[in-house]
């Protein structure tokens, strides 16, 4: 089978990346520009400032476009190898070089950077082809500005979400954020997290435990921060402030969701007094408002023991398929996933995301043509 | 059936308590009992200095004396209500103040309030009964003064191990600690680590997105810490370095295991080159290194998910039951956990407990004549 005449599938988790700040300087006021020329963007994209990343510098070692400069930058390399190999209804892009805004000191600066960036993807990427679509970078520092570019770039139709890291200063419940909340549902867009900045810049520490030596080791803290999030979200009756909410956790991993909803509905159900506002298990408030997406996707054995997984965690209901392309644990769409049901596989696949981005079904035909 | 006759076991978690500091002012040098005297022991038990706990004061409401004053502070209650109301062969003590001694900003001070706890324990608990094991206190912040406390306590028969909390201002497979497992390998004893300490005193934040507002998003930072324990503990060549060296997570929870140790093999196939010393699946260091307590135990629908997350777990080798009295969450030997093949709960209630702590078998005759 040619891949294109494969199963149709969205792709929640593509990286495309700039060559250099000064794509996005026609947007960029000229005072951050002349910091830029002298100082770098400031910002890190291995985690900490001082971890490693796996792959070959953190990519796919084809991803490298011929002249070697940035894996991710090139559009046209990002098309063959992904948009045109694979029969994809839709890509979500998720940037990588200014995700990590909300780690800076200066709050103005790191807005600015986070809209310079949000037009450029949309320029230089969404506009170019019709699957691409785009989740908006804001900057946490200051939650108003961070509406207010909500409200701006979150009026193109290819922006489909705004975007965090995972890595924060606050969990994402507490009121400090509930400006961005409100933007969020004037404008009906899913508040996205990826995974990233834990322990990073003004971030605290990774862990309980402090820093640890390895990239191995920080990856693990991935998961603490989706649990820390979920757990602020709930307890803090996020959603019930917002009833329409819809969150993604991007790259934060799936298969310790189950367990830990145990856990929470457990530690509810005996400590509900103290937060009476909660009216429902935490699972409850999960299954409802938040997703997950699938890479990096673990590989156990037997296997049966992951599909167990994916039901106890209603993967039918939160989990979207996401490769991470051009990372180097791309997952790719035929090989990732255990064998499930094919309803299950369905909405994993495709309908899970299409609901949550609120986006149209393509005919196949289409897509095909494209 | 009266609960003497009932199923014996080893109760791995009890918090006996002081009613005051004065209680261990004999073995205290005179400078740190003015200091007390005006400052108090500067101790917070509740978790970052801000947080509640759950029941009565955190403690189960019948554990508080007559007097009204501490629960957990009389050698009679404990007995009544835990020694004599169950087949207890034996019960490890972990104490409750003093146990943040390591998030102190005074070494000398937290290494003086470790020594004099260790020896009020020896000398009010564990000689008053044979049944009462108990672990001697360590306090980080010098970890040649642990080394050395470690080797003065650990004399004493009734010492079966050295307790540190979970919430660290490092990760525990750092070199900075290697003195601790240096004494613990020459004692022969293993390295107990309880939950508590997460976000509190001098260690950083508890979760990767800062402090949460409620204990109940505090609770779930616990396993946060055993998961970048055990990341570091097994990805510094801990446990190469101490082949001998056994560790165990009290109140820390099991159920996330097999998913975090799916995550940790996978992440090791794939990066394993970065750190090459790992030489086999970290599943393996944890089955054959580390133990975990069975409190609190979370009682999932249908109560088979449970038992196939205890199978995963391999709870045969690596789980042991424990109480936590007399706080609030208190579990029950025979209501916490799910129903299980026979030889397995017998490995979880009694022989995983006699092999980590050295424990002889007691003759079930000498334990009613207790």
Same mark, same amino acid.
């Given at each position: 089978m040619t891949a294109k005449q494969g199963e149709l599938f969205i792709d929640c988790d593509i990286h495309q990346r700039i060559k250099s700040p000064k794509q996005f300087y026609p947007y960029l006021p000229r005072v951050y520009r002349e910091d830029i020329d002298q100082f770098?963007?400031?910002?890190?994209?291995?985690?900490?400032?001082?971890y490693l990343n796996g792959g070959a510098g953190g990519y796919?070692?084809?991803?490298?476009?011929d002249d070697g400069t940035?894996? &991710?930058?090139?559009f046209s390399l990002l098309k063959e190898q992904l948009l045109d190999s694979y029969n994809i209804e839709y890509g979500i892009l998720g940037g990588q070089? %200014?995700?990590? %805004?909300?780690?800076?000191?200066?709050a103005d600066y790191a807005a600015a950077v986070a809209a310079a960036y949000n037009d450029w993807m949309i320029e230089?990427?969404?506009?170019?082809?019709?699957r691409l679509k785009g989740l908006a970078v804001i900057a946490l520092q200051n939650p108003k500005k961070a509406a207010e570019e909500i409200r701006r770039s979150g009026k193109h139709p290819g922006i489909v979400g705004a975007l965090v890291q995972?890595?924060?200063?606050?969990?994402? &419940?507490?009121?400090?954020y509930d400006p961005i909340f409100e933007a969020l549902a004037e404008m009906n867009l899913p508040f996205c997290i990826h995974i990233g900045?834990?322990?990073?810049?003004?971030? &605290?520490?990774?862990t309980p435990a402090g820093y640890p030596s390895y990239y191995i080791e920080n990856r693990q803290s991935r998961a603490m921060g989706c649990q820390a999030h979920i757990a602020s979200m709930i307890f803090e009756g996020l959603f019930d402030r917002y009833p329409d909410l819809q969150v993604v956790f991007i790259e934060?991993?799936?298969?310790?969701?189950p367990t830990f909803l145990w856990r929470l509905d457990s530690d509810w159900k005996a400590l509900r007094n103290q937060t009476?506002? %909660?009216?429902?298990?935490?699972s409850e408030y999960v299954f409802d408002h938040i997703r997950f997406t699938s890479q990096p996707m673990e590989q156990p054995e037997p296997q049966r023991r992951l599909l167990s997984i994916f039901e106890w965690g209603k993967a039918e209901r939160t989990l979207m398929f996401a490769?991470?392309?051009?990372?180097?644990?791309f997952d790719s769409p035929e090989l990732?996933?255990?064998?499930?049901?094919e309803a299950m596989r369905k909405r994993v696949m495709l309908e899970n995301a299409r609901e949550f981005f609120k986006l149209p079904a393509r005919q196949l035909a289409d897509a095909v043509a494209d």
């Open positions: 770098g963007l400031r910002l890190t994209t291995t985690g900490g400032g001082g796919r070692a084809d991803s490298y476009p940035i894996a &991710g930058s090139e070089d %200014v995700s990590p %805004v909300s780690t800076l000191p200066d230089d990427w969404i506009e170019k082809d019709d995972n890595g924060a200063r606050f969990p994402y &419940g507490q009121r400090y900045g834990e322990g990073s810049g003004v971030n &605290g520490q990774p934060g991993g799936f298969i310790w969701l009476p506002w %909660v009216q429902k298990p935490p490769t991470d392309y051009p990372h180097w644990d990732s996933l255990p064998a499930m049901p």
